[in-house]
């Protein structure tokens, strides 16, 4: 599950997505020459080096899709068409997932956006970058169509998007749009990355150029931004660490680089700091090392990572996702001193409160994580390499004779058994010590926003980026989550990209149910009623064949004799190309959650 691939920055193998370029070829249009405004918006976004756009398509932005399909041959970027806008932007967040670059998204005026909301705010949340290009009507009021283009024009359509979005734009002519474009992918991709959205007029696109439009070099316009760690907070930082007897590690928001995971390796073993990580966060540091303490999870920490914490007499924390929350969760008052490593703090703004509470912190590093611990583990100078802790790692114990998530767990793992695996994606009843990471792609995250149906779509673009990496992409979706996202499995179906879903299907939104225990508990009411409006059953939903209807090969697993079976033959359909869906009927239940873990997600 852990064998090395080729880094995440690679550019896209075309034999590996050859079988993905074969599809919707257009007749040659025979265009040499941009001829309208939104031909010149797309070899903006040819030049930025993005292979593909996922999109739901609308007339606010029919321009700009002749001059994909009919100026650039749909190809660089290649269209994704979805079914959906939440699925077409969560492509492009689970593209970035992997590759940590933006891809592009497009969505069909106000209304589009509006669908694109809940993805673009998980997106948001976890801190990934992407280009949304939307459109509106005629801003002359004159030129609209009737009734249609008045209902699909907004005043300020950014406006829906801008808390939680980097940048956005409303260009008014065709060169200012290729400007849009270039600012858009340079403040996305700039670190802490995110979305960026950019909205054409209709006429913009649709309006013949007077004037030939001179070309330029897309890459002057986006200069590499790389911050530096200030040499006084490293050198601070050092002597906090050098003289620390308890340090520990709060591994958080950083890259997919194999490189930067093992200067983690070395940085935590010269210490001998224990380690944490968080599946909130893609994979930080390997997990069955003798430095990580306990095992990562969602909900609540692990008690030996709680411990860890609250015996630390300094803290260093890797971009951690939540420091105070974190704190405030082992018990409040932390007399260890915090180094902080982020350069979150700039992107923080107030309409949403995902940058979480205030938390102390004794030395501030102004940089991203992946940049500054090099420069610490120098500065921490060669020393005396800590004995590392003896603590052997379990699995899971196992008993009963129905499935439980642990049970599909340890089934999953038997049949993937020596493939490097990718987890997409993982269902809150996920236990995180059923499953070793130890590299940085062997898991990426969460969906960022606690955006209920973004599981499946985030899949299919990541997915879509380990094409030819040697890679088995699985994501482990709730039945909730399958259920609100499913349609984005057609697109994988459609464009040959290769994905197993396995579904924790418990036949419930079971997270409420814990709320409504919580909430009885308190009021002393009967907790046996917690179930009411939130059981997904009777009739039980046939997500095989949901699935079959999206042209995925679909399997229901009621067993446990029947478990290993199903899942060789699943994993047999996407090793050779297809797309595959578990519906494995599990025990309603989350691993180690009480009423008093719930959280916002289902």
């Given at each position: 599950?852990?064998?090395?691939?080729?880094?995440?920055?690679?550019?896209?193998?075309?034999?590996?997505?050859?079988?993905?370029?074969?599809?919707?070829?257009?007749?040659?249009?025979?265009?040499?020459?941009?001829?309208?405004?939104?031909?010149?918006?797309?070899?903006?976004?040819?030049?930025?080096?993005?292979?593909?756009?996922?999109?739901?398509?609308?007339?606010?932005?029919?321009?700009?899709?002749?001059?994909?399909?009919?100026?650039?041959?749909?190809?660089?970027?290649?269209?994704?068409?979805?079914?959906?806008?939440?699925?077409?932007?969560?492509?492009?967040?689970?593209?970035?997932?992997?590759?940590?670059?933006?891809?592009?998204?497009?969505?069909?005026?106000?209304?589009?956006?509006?669908?694109?909301?809940?993805?673009?705010?998980?997106?948001?949340?976890?801190?990934?970058?992407?280009?949304?290009?939307?459109?509106?009507?005629?801003?002359?009021?004159?030129?609209?169509?009737?009734?249609?283009?008045?209902?699909?024009?907004?005043?300020?359509?950014?406006?829906?998007?801008?808390?939680?979005?980097?940048?956005?734009?409303?260009?008014?002519?065709?060169?200012?749009?290729?400007?849009?474009?270039?600012?858009?992918?340079?403040?996305?991709?700039?670190?802490?990355?995110?979305?960026?959205?950019?909205?054409?007029?209709?006429?913009?696109?649709?309006?013949?150029?007077?004037?030939?439009?001179?070309?330029?070099?897309?890459?002057?316009?986006?200069?590499?931004?790389?911050?530096?760690?200030?040499?006084?907070?490293?050198?601070?930082?050092?002597?906090?660490?050098?003289?620390?007897?308890?340090?520990?590690?709060?591994?958080?928001?950083?890259?997919?680089?194999?490189?930067?995971?093992?200067?983690?390796?070395?940085?935590a073993e010269r210490l001998g700091a224990l380690v944490t990580t968080d599946l909130k966060v893609a994979a930080a540091f390997p997990t069955d090392h003798p430095l990580h303490a306990g095992a990562p999870g969602v909900i609540g920490l692990d008690?030996?990572?709680?411990?860890?914490?609250?015996?630390?007499?300094?803290?260093?924390?890797?971009?951690?996702?939540?420091?105070?929350?974190?704190?405030?969760?082992?018990?409040?008052?932390?007399?260890?001193?915090?180094?902080?490593?982020?350069?979150?703090?700039?992107?923080?703004?107030?309409?949403?409160?995902?940058?979480?509470?205030?938390?102390?912190?004794?030395?501030?590093?102004?940089?991203?994580?992946?940049?500054?611990?090099?420069?610490?583990?120098?500065?921490?100078?060669?020393?005396?390499?800590?004995?590392?802790?003896?603590?052997?790692?379990?699995?899971?114990?196992?008993?009963?004779?129905?499935?439980?998530?642990?049970?599909?767990?340890?089934?999953?793992?038997?049949?993937?058994?020596?493939?490097?695996?990718?987890?997409?994606?993982?269902?809150?009843?996920?236990?995180?010590?059923?499953?070793?990471?130890?590299?940085?792609?062997?898991?990426?995250?969460?969906?960022g926003g606690g955006g209920v149906g973004g599981g499946p779509g985030i899949s299919v673009g990541a997915a879509l980026a380990l094409k030819g990496s040697g890679r088995l992409p699985v994501a482990v979706c709730g039945d909730g989550d399958l259920?609100?996202?499913?349609?984005?499995?057609?697109?994988?179906?459609?464009?040959?990209?290769?994905?197993?879903?396995?579904?924790?299907?418990?036949?419930?939104?079971?997270?409420?149910?814990?709320?409504?225990?919580?909430?009885?508990?308190?009021?002393?009411?009967?907790?046996?009623?917690?179930?009411?409006?939130?059981?997904?059953?009777?009739?039980?939903?046939?997500?095989?064949?949901?699935?079959?209807?999206?042209?995925?090969?679909?399997?229901?697993?009621?067993?446990?004799?029947?478990?290993?079976?199903?899942?060789?033959?699943?994993?047999?359909?996407?090793?050779?190309?297809?797309?595959?869906?578990?519906?494995?009927?599990?025990?309603?239940?989350?691993?180690?959650?009480?009423?008093?873990g719930a959280t916002g997600q289902k």
């Amino acid at each position: 599950m852990s064998k090395t691939i080729p880094p995440s920055t690679a550019p896209i193998s075309q034999e590996a997505h050859a079988d993905t370029a074969a599809v919707d070829r257009p007749v040659p249009a025979g265009v040499n020459a941009a001829a309208f405004g939104s031909d010149v918006v797309a070899e903006a976004i040819r030049s930025l080096d993005i292979p593909y756009i996922a999109l739901n398509p609308g007339a606010s932005y029919r321009g700009l899709h002749d001059s994909l399909v009919n100026y650039l041959g749909n190809e660089q970027p290649q269209m994704l068409l979805c079914l959906h806008e939440e699925s077409a932007v969560a492509i492009a967040h689970g593209y970035a997932k992997v590759t940590g670059k933006a891809m592009a998204a497009a969505v069909h005026s106000n209304v589009g956006l509006m669908h694109a909301t809940m993805s673009v705010f998980n997106a948001w949340c976890d801190r990934m970058p992407m280009i949304i290009i939307g459109a509106t009507g005629p801003n002359d009021a004159n030129k609209r169509r009737p009734w249609i283009e008045w209902i699909h024009t907004a005043r300020d359509q950014g406006a829906l998007v801008r808390g939680y979005t980097k940048w956005d734009d409303q260009p008014g002519s065709p060169v200012a749009a290729r400007e849009s474009v270039l600012r858009a992918a340079w403040i996305a991709n700039t670190a802490p990355c995110g979305p960026t959205y950019v909205n054409l007029d209709v006429e913009l696109q649709e309006s013949k150029l007077t004037e030939t439009v001179a070309p330029i070099d897309a890459q002057r316009y986006m200069p590499v931004v790389k911050g530096a760690p200030d040499a006084e907070a490293i050198k601070a930082a050092a002597a906090l660490l050098n003289a620390a007897k308890n340090p520990v590690i709060l591994a958080g928001r950083v890259s997919r680089d194999l490189e930067a995971w093992n200067t983690r390796i070395k940085l935590a073993e010269r210490l001998g700091a224990l380690v944490t990580t968080d599946l909130k966060v893609a994979a930080a540091f390997p997990t069955d090392h003798p430095l990580h303490a306990g095992a990562p999870g969602v909900i609540g920490l692990d008690p030996k990572a709680a411990d860890a914490i609250r015996n630390a007499d300094v803290i260093l924390s890797l971009d951690w996702l939540d420091i105070a929350g974190t704190f405030k969760a082992v018990g409040g008052t932390i007399a260890a001193k915090v180094i902080q490593m982020s350069v979150d703090h700039r992107l923080h703004n107030g309409w949403s409160m995902d940058y979480q509470g205030l938390p102390p912190v004794d030395v501030m590093i102004d940089c991203e994580p992946d940049l500054a611990v090099p420069a610490l583990l120098a500065a921490l100078g060669n020393g005396t390499a800590r004995e590392l802790p003896k603590t052997p790692r379990e699995f899971p114990k196992l008993s009963g004779t129905k499935i439980t998530v642990d049970h599909m767990a340890d089934a999953l793992r038997r049949a993937v058994g020596e493939r490097p695996t990718t987890l997409t994606h993982l269902s809150l009843s996920w236990n995180g010590a059923s499953w070793p990471l130890r590299h940085p792609l062997d898991y990426l995250g969460s969906d960022g926003g606690g955006g209920v149906g973004g599981g499946p779509g985030i899949s299919v673009g990541a997915a879509l980026a380990l094409k030819g990496s040697g890679r088995l992409p699985v994501a482990v979706c709730g039945d909730g989550d399958l259920l609100m996202g499913i349609t984005s499995l057609w697109t994988a179906v459609h464009y040959h990209i290769p994905l197993l879903i396995v579904v924790a299907n418990n036949r419930s939104f079971f997270n409420d149910e814990l709320h409504q225990e919580r909430v009885a508990r308190m009021r002393s009411r009967p907790v046996e009623n917690r179930w009411i409006g939130q059981r997904i059953s009777e009739p039980d939903i046939d997500l095989a064949g949901m699935a079959r209807a999206q042209g995925a090969e679909g399997f229901t697993v009621e067993t446990l004799a029947e478990i290993d079976g199903v899942l060789a033959q699943a994993i047999a359909v996407v090793e050779a190309g297809g797309v595959a869906v578990v519906d494995v009927r599990v025990e309603v239940g989350y691993a180690g959650t009480t009423a008093q873990g719930a959280t916002g997600q289902k």
